[in-house]
């Protein structure tokens, strides 16, 4: 389902190959789960998970879809980005704008900010609504989450009364936490985040799956695409396992001197796969003085921004390029007017065919001028793809991480914030 192109990385094979025995030693500790095996819950979920589990969560989806209007999600870092990634990938750009009268609820994000404007303005959209929330942390007691839910459980009290519980979903730790004694003390239904699985690598939990399926999206194949990929990167040999191949290359670009890596899109509606992206390989690599800084830009809206100075400034980043060759959409040009004459040759083609233009002719700018080019290639967006994209950068970054000399399963960075914060509430 995905391609790894390696022509215009400027690596050569050879430099590839001298790493294999170390992925291979690597591969081996993964899947015997030696060194990490707290941590690798995620590494063979889509093919565990129960066909209670999954029923489970499409029985509350078709509770909240017969029963609201909005859904509102709320949690931050891996317990939203995930499933808003999936769901901003798979459904129209303006989808509730074309299916104005869906049944589908609308579904809001809350809890990843802490801007008292957004939650306000969120509360004058409720306004007259049907609303059910699904409320998400593993450990219970994330502020912006904690924080986000108090308002909105204060505005479900008044807006229902003591029947309001009938409308929350929990998701969290299946054996301890604030929320876990919330939803067993008020009898509020909920849904476990496995032990073994961190925010960021839970998006194919129910952590991501419940959003999905009150979306629209058939989370079975989702969960089909990323098992599917399990069974493709098997192989710890570098010829045949591109999830390995392209954190090997990661590495290799990483040592030459390249600090930035740039995932570039030509897809809007990936904005938010990329944030996922970048949360990722942020959190897994960005520790001990290490890492890439991953950031990511779209073609070719950043062609007029950035656009200069990838071409001509400072040669310390390499781009990533996620490519969808096809799209369902026929959009074409026709009757080109005689004064934009030079466009001529363009007229009868598809605005897909000459997107890809554009990511023919910057390829060849950017990697003319010294910038190294990763391509993963997919052939169209849907349910299984997704799954499969997804499962694939688990696999990569869990090899890139160790190959870099880090846990790629930790954050303690990020508690050092939270440990300061904690400490001007005394």
Do not use: C
């Not at 992925?23 to 093919?47: A, C, M, Q, R």
């Not at 219970?140 to 009290?157: C, D, N, P, Q, W």
């Not at 010294?370 to 169209?380: F, Q, S, T, W």
């Amino acid at each position: 389902m995905i391609k790894l192109i390696t022509d215009y990385s400027g690596i050569d094979d050879l430099d590839v190959m001298v790493y294999q025995s170390r992925v291979s030693k690597i591969h081996n500790n993964l899947i015997g789960e030696d060194t990490y095996s707290e941590n690798l819950g995620w590494f063979d979920y889509p093919n565990t998970i129960s066909e209670k589990e999954i029923e489970k969560i499409e029985t509350y989806s078709e509770e909240i879809v017969k029963n609201s209007d909005v859904l509102i999600v709320i949690g931050t870092g891996g317990s939203y980005i995930g499933s808003r990634s999936v769901i901003e990938a798979l459904k129209y750009n303006f989808y509730y704008q074309i299916y104005e009268d869906s049944k589908i609820p609308k579904i809001y994000f809350l809890g990843y900010n802490l801007s008292d404007s957004y939650v306000e303005d969120l509360l004058k959209v409720l306004e007259n609504k049907e609303v059910s929330v699904n409320v998400i942390s593993k450990s219970g007691s994330t502020i912006e989450t904690v924080l986000a839910y108090t308002v909105i459980e204060e505005f479900m009290k008044k807006k229902y009364g003591d029947s309001y519980k009938d409308r929350v979903y929990i998701t969290t730790s299946m054996t301890s936490g604030p929320l876990r004694e919330l939803a067993i003390r008020e009898g509020i239904k909920s849904l476990d985040i496995p032990n073994k699985i961190g925010g960021r690598y839970s998006v194919l939990t129910p952590v991501g799956l419940l959003a999905m399926a009150v979306s629209g999206i058939n989370i079975r194949k989702v969960l089909k695409g990323a098992s599917e990929q399990i069974s493709l990167l098997e192989s710890a040999e570098l010829t045949e396992n591109p999830a390995y191949l392209y954190a090997v290359m990661r590495n290799i670009l990483y040592k030459n001197g390249k600090q930035i890596e740039l995932l570039v899109t030509y897809e809007p509606k990936l904005r938010f796969f990329s944030e996922w992206w970048q949360q990722l390989f942020a959190e897994s690599e960005g520790k001990d003085g290490k890492g890439l800084f991953p950031t990511y830009a779209f073609f070719s809206t950043d062609l007029h921004s950035l656009g200069q100075i990838i071409q001509d400034g400072k040669r310390n980043l390499f781009e990533t390029v996620l490519m969808i060759n096809e799209s369902d959409s026929k959009v074409r040009i026709e009757n080109i007017d005689e004064v934009f004459g030079r466009y001529s040759s363009l007229e009868g083609k598809n605005i897909g065919d000459i997107n890809k233009m554009v990511f023919e002719s910057t390829i060849a700018a950017h990697s003319e001028n010294g910038i190294p080019n990763i391509i993963l290639e997919v052939k169209r967006l849907d349910e299984e793809r997704i799954g499969a994209l997804i499962y694939f950068f688990l696999r990569a970054v869990s090899m890139s991480g160790i190959l870099l000399g880090v846990n790629p399963f930790n954050q303690p960075g990020v508690e050092i914030y939270k440990r300061k914060l904690r400490e001007r509430f005394k």
